[in-house]
């Protein structure tokens, strides 16, 4: 099969596009065959090894990428079952959390995948696992939104933003998204009462106060995202970092995590779980129409390199998505 393989750490160049053989599965496995896969600002942390401690705590590889065939996430239709699954069979149309998703053919846990909604399109679908579930946790679980709640998303055109923006709506509260001016229109199409163009304006400094603040992007320090939380508000801190820093995101965390236990607002580090009720949750929203992934663009699976700068440059929006078949 074709598919995208990484032998060392590095830029998108060390990517290369050969012929391996199809993953074997196990009992608790399925044998997906790929339609599209995502991009997401996991795959080029796992590409460069970043931050360079993740590397030691075992989350990327040591020396060389722990998985060699590229890609966390995607959707296809089920090839293969393992002997021990239940509830799938060949010819499924599924999305969730693969193996090496950038190929033909990937191993997923039969526990990481679901049905596909019948209104996506597989590379719709794509877009979803990773970034739709990232959202649903910020907003439903960690900062437990309701309805009225005041909340803000900064990085609202993002994969993980445009989806929050979403899901905030859907459960009925008041959302800001910040955005650059190309995406004022979009974000709020997708559901933003309130729109700040950051090029412009610096919604730290508009005297608005919010229940919940969600920062996907990073580029505010801390103290100023707390003059924005109300005195017992939310802040969920789900920023990615950039390329070649030692601790790239996790001194962030530890900082958010250091001042939380001094201030009486909530200062929340954005965990990185997986459940699969989740998962449903999202695809729930979708059938329901209240949710839909925003594609940026798609390449074909021998420009996944390309596809991979794209996305390190933090201009997406929405998500970006390789096709497959």
Known sequence: MKAIVQDRFGPPDVL?????????????????RVHAAA???YDWHVLRGDPYVARLMGGVGLTRPRTRVAGADG?????????????????????????????????????RVVPKPARLTFEQAAAVPMAGETALRAVRDVGRV????????????GGVGSFAVQI???????????????????VRSLGATHVVDHRTDDFTDAGTRYDVVLDNVGNQPLHRLRRVLTPVGTLVANAGGSPGHLFG?????LRVV?????VRQRLVPLPSTWERDDLLAVTELIEAGEVAPVIDRTFPLADTAAALRHVEAGHARGKVVITVA
């Open 168 to 186: 905030g709506a859907a459960l009925g509260a008041e959302v800001t998204g910040v955005c650059s001016t190309l995406n004022v229109d979009l």
């Open 258 to 262: 250091a001042v939380n236990a001094l």
């Open 75 to 111: 959707a296809g239709v089920v090839e293969a079952v393992g002997e021990g699954v239940r509830g799938l069979r060949p010819g499924d149309e599924v999305l969730g959390w693969f193996e090496g998703s950038f190929a033909e053919y990937a191993r997923a846990t039969a526990d």
């Open 16 to 32: 290369q596009f050969l012929d391996v053989d199809r993953p074997r599965i196990g009992p608790d496995d399925v044998l997906v």
């Open 249 to 253: 995101p996790i001194g962030a965390i």
């Open 146 to 157: 309701r309805a009225g709640h005041r909340v803000l998303v900064n990085g609202a055109a």
């Open 39 to 41: 991009v997401n600002p």
